[in-house]
């Protein structure tokens, strides 16, 4: 994440990943969730936190989550099935399960798939927000298969050209495993940013970098300024000239995968909180010889960080690279969050008469 | 595409598609393709220049694929043969067989996999040029399945950050079918603009437009100016603020699937070295097809009925303006630049062909 959008050192509470673990998975159960959910959940978000993804951790997402709990828009007991199955695919109608939940034990049907037929792939409706998509995808790894999630959404962001938001900020993620080198895992939104960063710069008091946001008529904001009020994202390559269309278009297809296959929801079908999501998994082993594949991914790895950086940069990066770096030093450090969101763990759990959560 | 790669109009010459398609698939049979990979192999290439993907057609390429096989890197007779399977997956060796032709035959049992299992999947490694992958990915719409392809190879892009070119601008492309709305089609290079497009620039005389473009030290040139020598493009959104990791990330993950998975292929293409990947998910599988369909036109229409933004007239979605451009083109004639059909001429003439008719 850009230095831009972290923490601002004076605001920062140091926080072990086990105590946020702990006190998250608590309020998981305070809203309902069984046990083994809660704890399902809490991993997705504090993993979140400990790769330095704050956008999808607990910062912006745990009070939305409770908030959802309480006005019944996520089930915290559902009884989710599949619709549809074939060896390679299911369809999955959620009850209105947790995303965090429901995104995993998807997984874990098409790990299941692939171990049989080579791939396995579910596409998921009627749940909720889903954390991290790079979290979903990365249940492949330990599996020597490659793993891919997606997660469809509401109307946020404007098409190319277009005047008001018609499709999701819609992101897809993979994850690779190696041998030596930390795995390559990329979860890219399809717009320039994820809208969660927007809320971060809000509350970090930041400006609006060019090419993140679009004024209320469309027009691409090109100029540093305030955030404006609404957030109306630009697809990713903001202009049609720097490929605002790339953006447009995955956003597109990851709707497709999630919303359209499962249930046909898009943009106005699609009531806000009303989740779709796209699992897969890919067996190393159907395609080539695994071994062979994680050193071949170990060179190709390598050979990206060995690039000789650009004038006023130090390192060239792999996604996943830096995000695996961020863990190791928040296991040892803990995670840095904004205090605000810590006086909010504490009325949280005050409120729900829970002990409050561990500082270090 | 954009205007701004468009032929100008005093350049065009204006040719039909049957003609080209005569034209260009003798030119196949000659340099030593079978009767069948000449018509798959001229079937790719006026399929893009008929959708209007000009960086993809006869004008870039039929000269590239010619001297390829003249200096042996292409196989114009490939063997190309499977080395592992399981009932949704297949590698295969291209026996350096021209993607155009090998490709689609690949595809096929892609989708012969899908209708068995849900999903067909195919990793290919030692092949050469792909063609417009959006070819491949189409071939599942009749099948009433979402197509995907990717291919992989070279270095011509810098990773962000970077400040020499590790990756290409390698594309995905996925094809999904609606009822009455044309096919949403995607085909997107992972870098700002395909390396063929600056070649189009180049023949025009143009400059370079901002964010496409990287210096020969890696540094992403904003402004307009000459074309420098070395084609260096940026990945997509030009800089990290903007999101260029994205497109690095994307060239990543269509180099792991075609080139890693298939035979750890990356880096350097020695001899036009290609990898792809294709893969077939059947509608089916996952849900009910005309349900799927009709939700499809009303994505499309709720796309494209977008207001649109000051300064455009309409909101388009990906595959739209190319089903249009391919109505035009079937009644007005592909627009080749004049030095292009020079170049037709010239090679029909030492092939002894009848030369391009107008």
Request: net charge negative; proline share 7%; aromatic share 8%.
């Amino acid at each position: 994440m850009l230095e831009h959008f972290h923490v601002p050192e004076e605001d920062k509470v140091m926080i072990r990943r086990e105590d946020i673990f702990k006190t998250t998975t608590d309020i998981f159960e305070a809203m309902g969730m069984p046990h083994d959910d809660a704890e399902l959940a809490a991993d997705g978000l504090v993993t979140a936190d400990i790769r330095g993804c704050e956008t999808h951790g607990v910062s912006n997402m745990l009070r939305a989550y409770v908030q959802a709990f309480e006005e019944k828009r996520i089930n915290p007991t559902p009884n989710w099935k599949i619709t549809h199955e074939t060896k390679a695919v299911a369809t999955i109608e959620a009850d209105k399960a947790h995303g965090l939940v429901i995104c995993p034990r998807a997984m874990d049907i098409a790990i299941e798939k692939a171990k049989n037929v080579g791939i396995g792939a579910v596409t998921i409706h009627n749940s909720t927000h889903a954390g991290m998509m790079a979290y979903h995808a990365m249940r492949a790894m330990p599996h020597d298969m490659i793993g891919y999630a997606i997660t469809g959404g509401g109307a946020v962001m404007v098409p190319t050209y277009g005047a008001e938001p018609r499709v999701g900020a819609v992101p897809h993620a993979w994850a690779v495993p190696a041998n030596k080198m930390p795995p390559f895992v990329l979860d890219i939104s399809s717009s320039s940013v994820a809208a969660n960063k927007i809320n971060l710069l809000r509350r970090t008091g930041a400006p609006l970098l060019p090419g993140l946001l679009a004024g209320e008529d469309g027009t691409p904001l090109m100029e540093e300024q305030e955030v404006p009020d609404t957030t109306r994202l630009l697809p990713w390559g903001s202009t049609r000239e720097l490929g605002s269309h790339k953006g447009y278009g995955m956003a597109v297809i990851g709707q497709v995968f999630s919303g359209i296959l499962s249930a046909g929801l898009f943009g106005i079908s699609n009531p806000p909180g009303n989740g779709a999501q796209f699992v897969a998994a890919f067996s190393i082993d159907a395609f080539r010889d695994i071994a062979e594949f994680k050193d071949s991914m170990d060179d190709f790895l390598t050979y990206l960080v060995d690039t000789p950086p650009a004038p006023g940069h130090d390192r060239v990066y792999y996604a996943g690279l830096p995000e695996h770096e961020e863990t190791e030093i928040r296991e040892k450090d803990g995670i840095p969050l904004h205090r605000e969101v810590v006086e909010w763990f504490d009325s949280a759990t005050d409120d729900m008469k829970l002990d409050r959560m561990g500082r270090i | 595409m954009l205007e701004h790669f468009h032929v100008a109009e005093e350049d065009e010459v204006r040719i039909m598609p049957d003609a080209l398609r005569k034209t260009v698939n003798e030119l196949f049979l000659k340099i030593g393709f079978s009767k069948q990979d000449a018509w798959q192999a001229t079937d790719v290439l006026l399929l893009s220049d008929t959708r209007g993907v000009d960086t993809h057609g006869v004008s870039n390429m039929m000269r590239r694929y010619i001297s390829g096989v003249a200096e042996g890197f292409i196989n114009p007779t490939p063997n190309w043969t499977i080395t592992r399977e399981t009932p949704t997956t297949a590698n295969v060796d291209c026996d350096r067989g021209l993607g155009i032709a090998v490709i689609p035959q690949v595809m096929k049992l892609a989708i012969e996999k899908a209708r068995d299992t849900g999903i067909g999947a195919i990793t290919m490694g030692n092949g050469r040029h792909a063609g417009m992958i959006a070819y491949h990915a189409m071939m599942a719409l009749p099948h009433d399945m979402i197509g995907y392809a990717i291919t992989a190879g070279g270095q011509s892009m810098p990773p962000t950050f970077g400040g020499e070119p590790r990756l290409a601008p390698n594309p995905h492309a996925w094809a999904v079918p609606g009822d009455k709305e044309p096919p949403f089609v995607l085909d997107i290079s992972s870098s700002s603009v395909a390396a063929n497009k600056i070649e189009l620039l180049r023949r025009m005389n143009s400059m370079t437009i901002p964010g496409i473009m990287a210096m020969p030290d890696g540094t992403p040139i904003m402004d307009e100016r000459e074309i420098p020598p070395d084609n260096i493009v940026l990945p997509n959104g030009a800089t990290r603020e903007l999101g260029s990791h994205k497109g690095y990330g994307l060239s990543a993950v269509a180099q792991i699937f075609a080139g890693i998975l298939s035979d750890g292929a990356f880096g350097a293409y020695d001899g036009g070295h290609m990898s792809h990947f294709v893969a077939a998910y059947s509608i089916e599988a996952f849900t009910d097809v005309q349900r799927f369909k009709d939700s499809m036109d009303d994505f499309m229409k709720y796309l494209r009925e977008t207001p649109s933004a000051p300064g455009h007239d309409r909101v388009y979605y990906a595959g739209l303006p190319e089903h249009e451009e391919s109505i035009d083109r079937h009644k007005r004639g592909i627009p080749l630049h004049h030095e292009v059909v020079d170049w037709f001429d010239q090679a029909t003439a030492e092939f002894n062909l009848a030369p391009l008719e107008r």
